[in-house]
T-cell receptor, first 110, second 117 residues
Framework: DAKTTQPNSMESNEEEPVHLPCNHSTISGTDYIHWYRQLPSQGPEYVIHGLTSNVNNRMASLAIAEDRKSSTLILHRATLRDAAVYYCILDSGGYQKVTFGTGTKLQVIP | DAGVTQSPTHLIKTRGQQVTLRCSPKSGHDTVSWYQQALGQGPQFIFQYYEEEERQRGNFPDRFSGHQFPNYSSELNVNALLLGDSALYLC????????????????FGPGTRLTVL
């Protein structure tokens, strides 16, 4: 399985933008990039996914490098509710198992 | 829509015992995956069920087994419990790749916290 690398932790001030990086240098052409986040005492929840083009939804934006070896999850205005562990994972579809790393723990400072 | 539900919420067992965890998928979902999450770690894939068959399996011993019922709900069974089996067990459901989708979005339940003493 292709692996991802993320910083262990990051801090952001409330209402500031947050850029969460993810490296996936061994990504294959069929791998989709998915982001999930896990709030304390909850199961992970889907945030966003993409293949090649940048993507936006109501929760966040996903910026994918042209060579697809890295991506960045962008939270436009961090709130206290965004404090969570953020996981970047690769999914090749075709019923392949999904591998989570240790993620990035985001702390939002009031 | 109740989303993915899991039972029980918490469970305490002793070494050597057996445990069964249950999961009901989100309405309209036919694929169920199980994950083990140790404290401070990301979820680790155990296996995935579709059409009552185990379709994919992660690196877990045969002590971990599962079942999917015709209504798509699922059970995870763990035999001969070890202290190291203490973890949060997460169930996730998805639509699979129905309708020609190329990738799958998973919806997770709140998990079952298993403590083995």
């Amino acid at each position: 399985d292709a692996k991802t690398t993320q910083p262990n932790s990051m801090e952001s001030n409330e209402e500031e933008p947050v850029h969460l990086p993810c490296n996936h240098s061994t990504i294959s052409g069929t791998d989709y990039i998915h982001w999930y986040r896990q709030l304390p005492s909850q199961g992970p929840e889907y945030v966003i996914h993409g293949l090649t083009s940048n993507v936006n939804n109501r929760m966040a934006s996903l910026a994918i490098a042209e060579d697809r070896k890295s991506s960045t999850l962008i939270l436009h205005r961090a709130t206290l509710r965004d404090a969570a562990v953020y996981y970047c994972i690769l999914d090749s579809g075709g019923y392949q198992k999904v591998t989570f790393g240790t993620g990035t723990k985001l702390q939002v400072i009031p | 829509d109740a989303g993915v539900t899991q039972s029980p919420t918490h469970l305490i067992k002793t070494r050597g015992q057996q445990v069964t965890l249950r999961c009901s998928p989100k309405s309209g979902h036919d694929t169920v995956s199980w994950y083990q999450q140790a404290l401070g770690q990301g979820p680790q894939f155990i296996f995935q069920y579709y059409e009552e068959e185990e379709r994919q399996r992660g690196n877990f011993p045969d002590r971990f087994s599962g079942h999917q019922f015709p209504n798509y709900s699922s059970e995870l069974n763990v035999n001969a419990l070890l202290l190291g089996d203490s973890a949060l067990y997460l169930c996730a459901s998805s639509e699979g790749l129905a309708g020609g989708a190329y990738t799958d979005t998973q919806y997770f339940g709140p998990g079952t916290r298993l403590t083995v003493l």
